[in-house]
């Protein structure tokens, strides 16, 4: 290399060249600028117009199809959260019903001997007023075997 030269500065964009003054390569194609007379050919036109429509449609169809996918995942965990919501509280109502069903057994068992013994008072109450035919009752309620009459 020369003395007093520098070399040769090289810019990674290869849109944007330091060794031309436009930034471009002398006879390289130039992009247009908005105000260029070029146009496509009317069929062209359409093509891509027909192709951009249909490439529409198919992303719309798309996007309703994942907001499709996304809602009955939603709706699917939505339900199954809210299935072990109520299993939760059903268990607790379930152990609320054993607790009063337990409750109920205890009861018996202290009420059914005391009722036993109820009927019986009554039935000796009964007796008392209305003494079965042959029968004598005694002040205290107890009945009168034929030797205590006398």
């Given amino acids: ?6 070399p040769k500065r090289f810019s990674i964009n290869p849109f944007i060249r330091d060794d031309h003054p436009s930034g471009f390569l002398p006879g390289a194609i130039q992009p247009q600028s908005p ?21 529409y449609q198919e992303l719309k169809k798309k996007a309703a199809q994942i907001e499709h996918e996304a809602y009955e995942k939603g709706f699917a965990q939505g339900e199954k959260d ?14 609320q019903i054993n607790a009063l069903l337990s409750q109920i057994e205890n009861q018996k ?10 009927h019986g008072r ?22 009168m075997t034929p030797w205590r009459r006398l």
């Fill in 109 to 118: 068992k202290v009420l059914f001997p005391a009722i036993r013994t109820g």
């Fill in 1 to 6: 290399m020369p003395a007093g030269t520098s």
């Fill in 122 to 143: 009554i039935r000796l109450l009964r007796d008392q007023k209305n003494p079965p035919a042959g029968i004598a009752i005694d002040g205290r309620g107890h009945q």
């Fill in 82 to 95: 809210g299935q072990e919501s109520g299993q939760k509280r059903l268990e607790v109502v379930i152990k």
């Fill in 35 to 55: 105000r260029s007379p070029f146009q496509f050919h009317p069929q062209v036109t359409r093509y891509m117009e027909e192709m951009q429509e249909q490439v």
